[in-house]
């Protein structure tokens, strides 16, 4: 079955620095790629996406790009602000036709002011 | 945009009991809806695939018999966390997607204590 891997577990940066979190999976037949922040206690919330036919997507300060031969795909978040601080998850579909989503193990990024 | 709803927001039961939680799609008929299970600082872990008219799909290691799932509509799925002990204390997401290619909405999630 899929299994996907983030890193870092933890991430601090200062205020207007980038922010990286990268994740891999196993599943070479995985076509979506979101990702998720979930702020303490609270219900994680699609930033971004993106799928297997294209290698990169942003929007706005958030852009997440992919590597399908190396089976991995990264956020990348720009000019952070203390409001992105919250733990972001990483999540890919697995298998062909089936809708399960499988979740890396969080990153808690830190924001510092 | 599409709204999944999740009853209640949090619970308090005592062990040996039983505990309903409610996932309801608001805005839209989802066919498929999907538990997940988030214990402290971990990742979501998907529990079981509920199917509306069908029985549930359940994860590797996640007990059937415990975890009652019930879709009998095309807005509404239950969880029922049947002889709850303090190790499922946990907070328990729904989600559900719009469509094939439609990104997964979450409910806002069922903080499960058990004393």
């Known amino acids: 079955g899929e299994n996907v891997e983030q890193h870092p577990s933890t991430l601090s940066v200062q205020e207007g620095d980038s922010a990286v979190i990268k994740c891999t999976y196993s599943d070479s037949a995985s076509n979506y790629f979101p990702w998720y922040k979930q702020e303490l206690g609270k219900r994680p919330q699609l930033i971004i996406d993106?799928?297997?036919?294209?290698g990169e997507k942003k929007d706005q300060r958030i852009a997440v790009t992919l590597n399908k031969t190396a089976k991995h795909f990264s956020l990348h978040i720009t000019e952070t602000q203390p409001e992105d601080s919250a733990v972001y998850f990483c999540a890919a579909l697995r298998g062909y036709n089936t809708d399960k989503l499988i979740f890396g193990t969080g990153t808690r990024l830190q924001v510092f002011p | 945009g599409a709204v999944v709803s999740q009853h209640p927001s949090w619970v308090i039961c005592k062990s040996g009991t039983s505990v309903k939680i409610e996932c309801r799609s608001l805005?839209?008929?989802?066919?498929?809806m999907f538990w997940y299970r988030q214990f402290p600082k971990q990742s979501l872990m998907l529990m079981a695939t509920?199917?509306?008219?069908?029985?549930?799909?359940?994860e590797q290691g996640v007990e059937k018999d415990k975890f009652l799932i019930n879709h009998a509509s095309l807005t509404l799925s239950t969880l029922t966390v049947t002889s709850a002990h303090p190790e499922d204390s946990s907070f328990y997401i729904c989600s559900a997607r719009t469509g094939n290619n439609s990104p997964l909405h979450f409910g806002n999630g069922t903080r499960l204590t058990v004393t």
């Open positions: 993106i799928r297997s036919n294209v």
């Open positions: 805005d839209f008929q989802a066919t498929t």
């Open positions: 509920s199917n509306e008219g069908s029985k549930a799909t359940y």
